[in-house]
């Protein structure tokens, strides 16, 4: 059974810093990776894709991929209080051979 | 550019009744998905749909079923509803099944009673 697990938090972090979001996947034949940002009422948000081990920038997000390790992180930099929400995690396997798995998500406060 | 849009947003049903939702997506998008949202379950797959197949299906009941027309349009049909099916459901679509990804519709809020 394929699984992704995030820490559901809430992980709280000062305005300004940078937070980290941790994501780990179980079937190792996922090949593309997501992260969607979902405030409170609406539907979720792509903010980052990444395919290939390493990391992707995008403005103030950072996607890191570790396939040997099983384990995709974001980065956000200058955290501002309007990301605050819950942020998923969702990976595809290779061919598109299933659906989006998602982890329950983490909920992240920008304290300001 | 128009988003992804559901239809209806809110329904309330009875028990053993059944219910279809429909999804635009994207235009220039053949790939069509289907979530549940629950908060104790949160996001799960559905089924998955691209050129009028259905290429992909999750773990549910034969009770949720889909299609997709040739303008890439889909809709979802649940029968016979149960109270476990409240949830919010999010259409998805994405320019193809392996290299993008899904931008989702902002999802019809099912309420059985």
């Known amino acids: 059974q394929k699984e992704v697990e995030q820490n559901s938090g809430p992980l709280s972090v000062p305005e300004g810093a940078i937070a980290s979001l941790n994501c780990t996947y179980s079937?190792?034949?996922?090949?593309?990776f997501f992260w969607y940002r979902q405030y409170s009422g609406k539907s979720p948000e792509l903010i980052m894709s990444i395919y290939s081990n390493g990391d992707k920038e995008d403005g103030r997000f950072t996607a890191q991929l570790n396939k040997a390790s099983q384990y995709v992180s974001l980065l956000i930099r200058d955290s501002q209080p309007s990301d605050s929400a819950t942020y998923l995690c969702a990976v595809k396997a290779g061919g598109g051979a299933d659906g989006l798995t998602f982890g329950k998500g983490t909920h992240l406060i920008i304290q300001p | 550019k128009a988003g992804v849009t559901q239809t209806p947003r809110y329904l309330i049903k009875t028990r053993g009744q059944q219910v279809t939702l429909s999804c635009s997506p994207i235009?220039?998008?053949?790939?069509v998905s289907w979530y549940q949202q629950t908060p104790g379950q949160g996001l799960q797959f559905l089924f998955e749909y691209f050129s009028e197949t259905q290429r992909n299906k999750g773990n549910f009941p034969g009770r949720f079923s889909g299609r997709q027309f040739s303008n890439s349009r889909s809709e979802m049909n649940v029968s016979t509803l149960e109270l476990g099916d409240s949830a919010l459901y999010l259409c998805?679509?994405?320019?193809?099944?392996?290299?993008?990804?899904?931008?989702f519709g902002s999802g019809t809020r099912l309420t059985v009673v």
């Open positions: 235009s220039g998008h053949r790939s």
């Open positions: 998805a679509s994405s320019l193809d099944r392996v290299n993008y990804g899904y931008t």
């Open positions: 079937d190792r034949g996922s090949q593309s």
